[in-house]
């Protein structure tokens, strides 16, 4: 079967970078994706990748995309407090639309 | 915020009992999900619809079944809940033939379960 994998935790000084890896399964993906997860809450859509780019930077946040080794990484700018939550890399897996989740990595960022 | 709520938003029950979680959105949208997260597995989509009355299998799907009778409710059943299924239980919505929507899937506020 299909795994997308990722390292549990990371832990961050404020104000440092904080960069979170993902290795995906299927070269097809066409949308690469970084969901957020605060405490308690659903996920929502933190950005996003097209397969044909290696690179997107939004403000604080950069996507590398690295498709021949299936490589994908967050890296996140001056880590705030705010941004202390599980973040989840996620492939389309087959048809409609369905997701395939990474287990999640759990950023705590500390004074 | 995409408009979709799940209820109960907590459940605590017993082994053996059948529970309905459901799903409601306000946006329209065709296809619906539901997915179970639990520690160092992340979230594994249990099933999916792509349509009124129209329901697939996901990866985890032994133990649920599902309904789909009007667009706006998918409605998730353990039909003997099993300490197994305790899980936090979200729901999402997709529609891919929205303009610039990237595929994104849309997330409900969760349902956890607890099975005794």
């Known amino acids: 079967g299909e795994d997308v994998e990722q390292s549990l935790f990371l832990s961050v000084r404020e104000g440092d970078s904080s960069v979170i890896n993902c290795t995906y399964t299927d070269s097809s993906s066409t949308y690469l994706y970084w969901y957020k997860q605060e405490p308690g809450a659903g996920l929502q859509l933190l950005t996003y990748?097209?397969?044909?780019?290696d690179m997107k930077q939004d403000q604080r946040l950069t996507v590398l995309l690295n498709k021949k080794d299936k490589h994908l990484s967050l890296r996140i700018a001056d880590t705030q407090t705010g941004d202390s939550a599980i973040y989840f890399c996620a492939e389309i897996g087959g048809g409609y639309n369905k997701l395939i989740f990474g287990a999640g990595t759990r950023l705590a960022v500390h004074p | 915020d995409a408009g979709i709520t799940q209820s109960p938003r907590h459940k605590v029950t017993e082994t053996g009992t059948p529970v309905t979680l459901r799903c409601h959105q306000t946006?329209?949208?065709?296809?619906m999900y539901w997915y179970r997260q639990d520690p160092g597995h992340g979230l594994r989509l249990i099933h999916y619809s792509y349509g009124v009355k129209d329901t697939d299998k996901g990866e985890v799907s032994d133990g649920y079944s599902v309904s789909r009778s009007k667009t706006e409710d998918f409605l998730l059943t353990l039909e003997s809940a099993t300490s197994s299924q305790t899980s936090v239980y979200f729901c999402a919505i997709s529609d891919p033939g929205l303009a610039a929507s990237y595929n994104e899937q849309f997330f409900g506020p969760g349902t956890r379960l607890t099975v005794l």
């Open positions: 990748i097209f397969s044909n780019m």
């Open positions: 946006e329209n949208h065709r296809y």
